[in-house]
């Protein structure tokens, strides 16, 4: 099956119905799109307009305060449920506020709420992560004892392992906002999504890429999420929906969801259609080619890390793979690591507003 089949019987068994072009647009159709109102989210609402547009659509954005934007010093893993940067979008969903949710796809849980869809994924931009230094130092020439800012555990943990003696410390704010305190001497460098720096006109500031091989990325990094209420204009947003980064970001939550991770937690995996530690995500493969997963799991402090990198013949045999892999991976975990993703676990058992629908087919 090709990675446009397969990414289709994926979403028809996702809740959404298989696109049919011919009835699905109205020239006089207007959509209400929310999303973030940070740089970026605007970036990516514009790009999602842009799309829409030449299909008939009069799009209008809707800018929504979330969590995560109204607290702006804790780092992620202490900011409490899942979902910090979507859940307020999703409930202007569900009370049909808005038609169209537009997030950062790595932002979005694995657990929908219920009669909400992952409509489609657009094609995804450079996944790696960047360091953004002061002096547009590498890592490996950064000053003993340098610190390096980041409100992800993921990204800290990773970090410390690459460089035991740096210190990480928290950094919050929007992408330029960041770049703006390493400028103002407030930690030595960062680490940021490549993503959001190119879709910023920023690249100038990235001192480094990281291959997955060295900073894992977080799930759907790169990529753009829409969410749509289950049956409503799920047709629609499937005319953006990009096959091969569908295939790959599936193979991801599905990791996640397997062993238990997210934002709060020091859990990585990048999927690509290639090999090679950075091989870049194409919709040209072939039905047979070589898709390469490639996951992180950590302590914290990053002591303890597993990485491991694994190939499957085809996307059907990715799906299988990447429960496989989390399976495996959280059986070699030790106590530090286990005890990351158990308590989170337990946490997220316990707040009533991570009920919902799994995005993930049985």
Request: glycine fraction near 8%; hydrophobic fraction near 40%; include cysteine.
């Amino acid at each position: 099956m090709s990675p446009r089949g397969l990414a289709l019987r994926t979403n028809a068994m996702l809740g959404g119905a298989c696109p049919n072009r011919e009835r699905m647009v109205r020239s006089d159709m207007k959509i209400r799109i929310g999303t973030r109102s940070s740089r970026l989210a605007r970036w990516q609402a514009d790009h999602v307009s842009s799309r829409l547009r030449p299909l008939g659509v009069q799009p209008e954005i809707i800018y929504i305060e979330t969590t995560g934007d109204r607290d702006k010093v804790r780092d992620f893993g202490s900011l409490g449920a899942k979902g910090v940067f979507v859940k307020e979008i999703e409930a202007a969903l569900i009370e049909r506020r808005i038609d169209v949710a537009v997030h950062s796809l790595k932002d979005l849980p694995t657990l929908l709420p219920e009669g909400l869809v992952l409509a489609a994924a657009l094609e995804r931009e450079d996944a790696r992560d960047a360091l953004i230094s002061r002096n547009h130092l590498k890592l490996d020439t950064l000053p003993a004892g340098s610190a390096v800012a980041t409100g992800s555990l993921r990204r800290g943990a990773q970090i410390k392992a690459l460089r035991p003696d740096l210190k990480i410390g928290p950094l919050r704010g929007n992408v330029p906002t960041r770049i703006g305190k390493i400028r103002d001497g407030e930690a030595e460098a960062t680490l940021l999504a490549v993503a959001g720096v190119r879709r910023l006109g920023l690249e100038s500031e990235i001192a480094e890429r990281f291959s997955v091989d060295q900073v894992t990325p977080s799930m759907g990094q790169g990529a753009i999420a829409l969410e749509t209420r289950s049956g409503e204009f799920v047709d629609l947003m499937q005319a953006l929906d990009h096959a091969a980064t569908r295939i790959a970001i599936d193979a991801e939550r599905r990791f996640v969801a397997t062993i238990g991770g997210g934002c709060r937690t020091p859990v990585g995996v990048h999927v690509r259609l290639g090999e090679g530690p950075d091989a870049e995500d194409k919709s040209d493969g072939a039905s047979n080619g070589i898709w390469t997963l490639t996951a992180m799991i950590s302590s914290p402090d990053g002591q303890s890390l597993i990485r491991e990198t694994r190939t499957a013949s085809d996307a059907e045999k990715l799906q299988a793979l990447a429960v496989e892999l989390a399976d495996e991976m959280y059986a070699r975990a030790d106590d530090s690591i286990r005890a990351v993703l158990e308590r989170v676990a337990s946490e997220t058992s316990d707040d009533p507003t991570s009920a919902g629908t799994s995005t993930l087919s049985s």
